[in-house]
């Protein structure tokens, strides 16, 4: 089955950087595009990146877009979230998701992100 497991999250200063991975396993990662969200309590769950099968095509949320990169590797069925820059507002538990077409899936357990002073 589908597993994803997310992990380089923790605590940081404001300006400070993070790099979160996750290491995708039970499907043909290359053949899919990958997502990364994120969710505050209390809050709805909002798209922060996602990037192509290939890699070439990325989107961002405008919130992060020019401090924050994903990447993967489809080698080591691997999707990384470069987090520049960061501030309070990007403290959330960060999720990467399998995104094809309007279906998203794959949650899992998140890695925690809290930038904090």
């Known amino acids: 089955q589908v597993q994803l497991v997310e992990s380089g999250g923790g605590l940081v200063r404001p300006g400070g950087s993070l790099r979160l991975s996750c290491v995708a396993s039970?499907?043909?990662?290359?053949?899919?595009?990958m997502s990364w969200y994120r969710q505050v309590p209390g809050k709805e769950r909002e798209l922060v990146a996602r990037?192509?099968?290939?890699?070439?095509?990325?989107k961002y949320s405008d919130s992060v877009k020019g401090r924050f990169t994903i990447s993967r590797d489809n080698y080591k069925n691997m999707v990384y979230l470069q987090m520049n820059s960061l501030k309070a507002e990007d403290t959330a538990r960060y999720f990467c998701?399998?995104?094809?077409?309007?279906?998203?899936?794959?949650w899992g357990q998140g890695t925690q992100v809290t930038v904090a002073s």
């Open positions: 998701v399998r995104d094809y077409g309007d279906t998203v899936d794959g």
């Open positions: 039970g499907f043909a990662f290359g053949f899919y595009g």
């Open positions: 990037i192509t099968t290939g890699g070439r095509g990325t």
